[in-house]
């Protein structure tokens, strides 16, 4: 007998009508490796946000109990021509409880445990979920293991890239983000450099407090300078940038290059030899991201994304980093929420308002049973 | 005792003036493994441009004989702080006859030959070469061989970067430059596959008179869905762009990712899992380059230098590349000239303004006795 419950669905449509709405539907049994999730906390992560709202108009939406309907804008809706009249689920990740299971021995060895997920429909009551994905929380609450996943994963996923390409410093553009936080901690414990660059005064202080040496803000007079300094200090021609749009990668390539420049003992009219590494890894800001010829020709700009990551380094990388996030969940991968929303009120105009803004320490979690 | 000559020095003060004039100079015997080169033929390359004349506003310089003095704009001059009162030679690259040679057996098996070279003061009467870097030229002209270096071995370069990454396809952003036109024989040659961008009628003429079957006119108004279809055909989501600043190598992106959206089976948020790679190989353009996020996050762009890529292939590579420009020289990798102009009248408002305008097919060739 199939499970029903309430769950979002976010469909565009080629006029560029955007309706995301709660939908009562039916949940299989699941089956072989799969197990069925009763999700009880689900966060609205930046990369949730693109397919849940992306650049709709929010201010002259129609809201109605549980829907919206918003208009995207003619260049956003133009560009996503690829999911036209493609009614998606939404939410990454989240936890809940194991209330069955397919025939699998890993998919039995779940039931009844709380267990994080990333089932890619988590906004919703019920999810099916792949149980080599599943993460048992043992006697953490579903709020301490539902963000266990992207952002975990994510950071200790740049560590382990700029390990592999030889680094021993990296450089994040917005380090007061829970992410950023957690990478603060993530390369104490492991002796990795780290600039982090934030754009507030209270920012710098909660990094500090974190352990963090090299703390640079943007609004400062003397950024550059500050900037410059603390790539010199810990040799971070390597960074990632969660914002995409505008020049945050492109101060931080000019940065880069200026400290590499004073190093060298003759002029090259082709900049430094100095590899200088960026990876755009989110797109905070969809506004181009700009490029200045200011750094000569020794740089790589990529984009970062974390699934593609963990398949290139396999199974094994991957279940040590799932190990060391589950022992660490409260503590080095602790994330925290301004505020905890039913389905129902995630599709109110003040709540997507608030969380579409993407402010840094503001992120909502989604409590479907609320 | 000293052989002395003519040669060309340019120099940028902290205050924006640019000096670009000729110098009665002494050159030194040569030493060890060097070889004094009495030079005939110079090219200018898209190379030289920048140190030699930059953003300069050359139509209110004051040209004297074998002399001008120009301002560089304030923004220019602030990025080049680094060349700030050094007296620097340009001409990468050249031919002439070996006059005298030093010590080593490389050195002496050069005396009295022909060879191209590259010593980085082309514009000059006189050079110092490294022996190991000159490609003696037999019976062929200075002119014949004054380009051996830089075009040729960047376009091979390409093709080699291509082979190890495992591609059996490239883009070009500007295929009917000289090296547009040698990498199209090169393509042909060893069965690569070339998608060659072009901006008039006359250039899709002339690349299909060498052979290109894939040249798409960024002036036509099906542009997008000509360059589509090419990359489709020929799977090139591998690229080189010398153009650097605008949309070109955003433009190359999107219609890469476009045609691998088409073999996706499913929609992903995240773009294709397709890797599109481009590189930017010189600034014909200097405003920023412009990425849009409209082709996921599977895709790298860098910088790309000949000197440093040869160095990471190491000499043996490096000879068999020289060893195929020299049994090529007047058929897959002959360049062609616009005019020949002496040390002298390189330096007029005429000559100065007519090849910093970089237009396509229509080089310079320095003779320094004429």
């Known amino acids: 007998m199939a499970t029903k419950g309430k769950q979002l669905f976010t469909t565009l449509e080629a006029d560029g009508t955007l309706t995301v709405a709660l939908e009562e539907v039916s949940f299989p049994d699941p089956t072989g490796n799969q ?16 397919i849940l709202v992306g650049g709709a108009n929010i201010e002259n939406a129609q809201f109605s109990p549980g829907k919206f309907v918003a208009q995207m804008p003619a260049s956003v809706n133009a560009a996503s021509q690829a999911r036209h009249g493609l009614k998606l689920p939404a939410g990454n990740e989240g936890a809940g409880t194991v209330i069955a299971a397919g025939d699998s021995d890993a998919a039995q060895a779940l039931m009844g445990q709380r267990v994080s997920c990333v089932p890619g429909n988590a906004y919703s009551q019920y999810c099916i979920a792949d149980a080599s994905m599943c993460l048992p929380l043992g006697d953490h609450s ?27 410093a990296i450089l994040h553009t917005v380090g007061a983000s829970n992410l950023g936080q957690m990478l603060t901690r993530i390369c104490l414990e492991d002796g990795l450099g780290l600039v982090n660059i934030v754009r507030k005064d209270d920012q710098v202080d909660l990094l500090k407090g974190l352990g963090s040496t090299h703390v640079v803000n943007s609004s400062a007079d003397d950024f550059m300078d500050q900037l410059c300094a603390a790539i010199r200090e810990t040799g971070a021609f390597y960074g990632f940038d969660p914002v995409g749009g505008g020049k945050l990668v492109d101060t931080s390539f000019r940065a880069m290059e200026r400290v590499a420049s004073e190093r060298m003992t003759e002029y090259s009219r082709y900049g430094s030899t100095q590899m200088k590494r960026m990876f755009i890894y989110g797109r905070l800001d969809t506004s181009p991201t700009i490029l200045t010829p200011s750094y000569g020709f020794g740089w790589t700009l990529s984009g970062w994304l974390m699934f593609p990551f963990l398949q290139s380094i396999g199974q094994d990388a991957m279940n040590r980093m799932r190990q060391r996030v589950r022992d660490n969940l409260t503590t080095t991968f602790a994330s925290s ?27 909502y979690l989604v409590t479907p049973w609320a």
């Open 142 to 168: 579903a709020e301490e293991g539902a963000s266990a996943f992207i952002n975990p994963m994510t950071a200790l996923g740049f560590v382990e890239n700029a390990r592999a390409d030889g680094q021993d």
């Open 35 to 50: 197990v069925l999730v009763r999700m009880e906390a689900a966060p609205i992560n930046p990369s949730d946000l693109a």
């Open 337 to 363: 929420y301004k505020t905890r929303v039913s389905l129902e009120e995630m599709l109110t105009k003040d709540a997507v308002m608030d969380y579409r803004a993407m402010r840094t320490g503001e992120k």
